[in-house]
């Protein structure tokens, strides 16, 4: 009931905190921090040479249960999650059935509490059947559990629609997530619209399809007053709509995965389904871009919307398969090496876009910082450690990622959930 972390270095965004430092824990909470402390008793773990952070929540997650357990389960996908360094993840309503009612929200609570790798918060559907016309029972999913409102996959088209759920959540005190994409406009595309699709000769996806939504969603949270998320960022146009609308103080959020800050549609010469995701790859001017507004605040929080599917899913022509890649256990990484390392990143913004910042978009008040009677969620970061990144080595039942292969230096290699030091070694 009592653990100790010992010599590691605090690095809490919420605080301000950076130096050196023990934390004590006691009965689930965090019960002091500073350096030296007594804790007679306590059962310790040594962090000398590991940075301490508050526990890091990913936002945008595809756990796929109920109904697509060949593609992940929520044991499998939050043993993955606490390998990767998340003692949080927030689950997207796209299962079969989908998570449009309370009770499938209760019994996605439920099975994660008995899975007990990492916390789940689970985003319900904004439409029933995440079919775009009627809302669902927003005030009723709300006090079952859920933490946000997503028809993720699929954007909520009808504005009217858009707007009601907006003007309910706001009254909740829930962000509405919105996935950007004008349908009617991407119809067939595989990959992004440019002078690469021109070359393989692939439908191309444009980026104004992302643009006009994230434009659409702008106008009706200014109008309205209600906070809108935009999910999965990937173009330049649509990073300086959410810069000129927060500047108005519009109460637009957004998010950026790995993939997109890391690789562009080149990837896509190969044809390789691992490289075919939803938003597409854009161009190196997006990628840039994208890379800015991440160091400067326009982007609000990383994310890894991973979206696990089978290998056999993914073996066929990039017309019939599916969108999507994993990333829990790559995202810390991928990041940590090729954004912080060389200096594109500071660290403590790094940490911010995965602790305070989602914390605060979704309400986690309690979590996402390291104060005395917080819960004790933690993640311990090792700066300097090397590996490979082997997709069959994941915890994962998804193996289809765009970085296998890669050699990255600094991951998570710990995490302390409600006091509990987790090791995906052993059953928790």
Do not use: Y
Request: with cysteine.
């Amino acid at each position: 009931m009592r653990l100790i972390i010992r010599n590691g270095r605090v690095l809490d965004p919420f605080t301000g905190a950076d130096g050196t430092a023990d934390v004590l824990i006691e009965d689930g909470r965090i019960r002091a921090i500073g350096p030296r402390l007594e804790a007679g008793g306590a059962r310790s773990f040594d962090a000398t040479g590991l940075v301490v952070t508050p526990g890091f929540i990913d936002m945008h997650v595809h756990l796929r249960e109920p109904g697509q357990e060949h593609k992940e389960t929520i044991e499998s996908g939050t043993r993955a999650a606490a390998h990767g360094g998340f003692t949080t993840v927030c689950s997207m309503p796209n299962t079969s059935p989908a998570n449009d009612r309370p009770e499938i929200t209760a019994l996605i609570r439920e099975r994660a509490d008995r899975a007990g790798w990492a916390r789940v918060r689970p985003i319900a559907a904004v439409t029933v059947g995440l079919a775009g016309t009627e809302l669902t029972d927003l005030a009723a999913l709300a006090a079952a559990g859920a933490v946000a409102f997503s028809d993720d996959g699929r954007c909520v088209r009808n504005s009217l629609v858009m707007r009601r759920a907006l003007e309910t959540a706001r009254e909740l005190g829930r962000p509405v997530i919105d996935h950007c994409e004008d349908h009617n406009l991407t119809a067939g595309a595989v990959m992004n619209e440019g002078p690469v699709s021109r070359r393989l000769g692939l439908p191309g996806w444009p980026a104004a399809a992302e643009d006009i939504m994230i434009a659409r969603d702008i106008i009706l949270a200014e109008a309205l007053d209600a906070p809108v998320h935009i999910a999965h960022l990937s173009t330049a146009g649509g990073l300086r709509l959410v810069r000129e609308a927060k500047a108005r103080g519009v109460r637009v959020s957004a998010e950026a995965t790995p993939h997109h800050l890391l690789l562009t549609d080149e990837a896509m010469a190969g044809r390789d389904t691992r490289f075919k995701m939803n938003p597409p790859l854009r161009s190196a001017a997006d990628v840039e871009a994208l890379i800015a507004g991440v160091a400067d605040g326009t982007v609000d929080a990383l994310a890894t919307d991973h979206a696990p599917h089978t290998q056999e899913e993914k073996a066929v022509g990039l017309a019939e398969a599916p969108f999507g890649v994993v990333g829990l256990e790559t995202a810390v990484s991928l990041l940590l090496d090729r954004l912080v390392r060389p200096g594109l990143l500071p660290l403590a913004r790094f940490i911010a876009l995965w602790t305070v910042e989602p914390a605060r978009i979704l309400g986690l008040t309690d979590l996402g910082r390291l104060i005395p009677g917080a819960p004790a969620d933690l993640t311990l970061l090792d700066l300097d450690k090397e590996l490979v990144v082997d997709s069959e080595a994941f915890l994962s039942k998804g193996r289809n990622t765009p970085f296998d292969g890669w050699t990255l230096r600094g991951a998570a290699v710990r995490t302390i959930v409600g006091g509990r030091l987790i090791s995906t070694e052993v059953q928790p």
